[in-house]
């Protein structure tokens, strides 16, 4: 079941430095409690790691879900969470769901700062991923930008691996990983369990590791190892 969800059209708006922007999150930050930790500072419920917030600690303005066009899969090894992490790229044929959180560009500048394990005091210039969609910043993890264009005139941004899906080896998710991604884009509200369970379970690195069996059962049962 999909409920009708929020259309993203693909041109970026024409404001090139936005106050506020969609920061559209596929992995573990779908999970409302989790995004908290990146937003106000803490540890989230199967982490290994405590955040030190952002410089702005108000919530998004809103969290709705979207679908965002390529495909996510899981790659290197997460030290936070054990096992793989949720990665995007844009160029493959499928859909990706996602959930994407109203938020200014100082906090999305201070939550990708935190996925690099960075202090989150800097702001980020975002012309060059409004005008060419993809802006690649480093050679981190995820420092690289892509623009899936707008949404209530407003930026649909999102940060990935400089590298594409078939470059890297995939490696399995964690189960707490699992839980918390699940959970974020069930809890969302337009996908039910089986949707939820069946699209994680085919990504590559989950895909041959976690059926949508196990999937459901984790979203059934808590928090756990697998």
Request: hydrophobic residues 40%; charged residues 20%.
């Amino acid at each position: 079941m999909v409920k009708a969800l929020p259309s993203i059209d693909p041109e970026p708006p024409a404001d090139r430095h936005p106050e506020r922007v969609w920061y559209t999150s596929y992995g573990s930050n779908t999970h409302l409690e989790r995004l908290a930790a990146y937003i106000t500072g803490g540890r989230p419920p199967g982490a290994g790691r405590e955040y030190p917030g952002c410089r702005d600690p108000a919530p998004p303005e809103r969290s709705v879900p979207v679908e965002l066009s390529g495909a996510m899969y899981f790659a290197t090894r997460s030290p936070v969470w054990g096992g793989g992490r949720a990665f995007y790229d844009p160029q493959p044929a499928g859909r990706v769901l996602a959930r994407a959180h109203l938020v200014t560009s100082g906090q999305f500048a201070d939550i990708a700062a935190q996925e690099m394990y960075r202090a989150p005091d800097v702001d980020l210039d975002l012309e060059e991923v409004l005008t060419r969609r993809r802006a690649v910043l480093g050679e981190g993890r995820y420092e690289t930008l892509v623009c899936a264009g707008r949404l209530e005139n407003l930026p649909v941004l999102t940060f990935t691996a400089p590298w594409g899906m078939n470059d890297v080896r995939w490696v399995a998710p964690s189960a707490a990983y699992v839980r918390f991604l699940a959970a974020g884009l069930l809890s969302a509200g337009a996908w039910d369990t089986a949707a939820v369970a069946s699209y994680v379970a085919a990504c590559p690195g989950a895909s041959g590791h976690w059926s949508a069996r196990d999937i459901t059962a984790l979203l059934d049962t808590g928090p756990g190892q697998r």
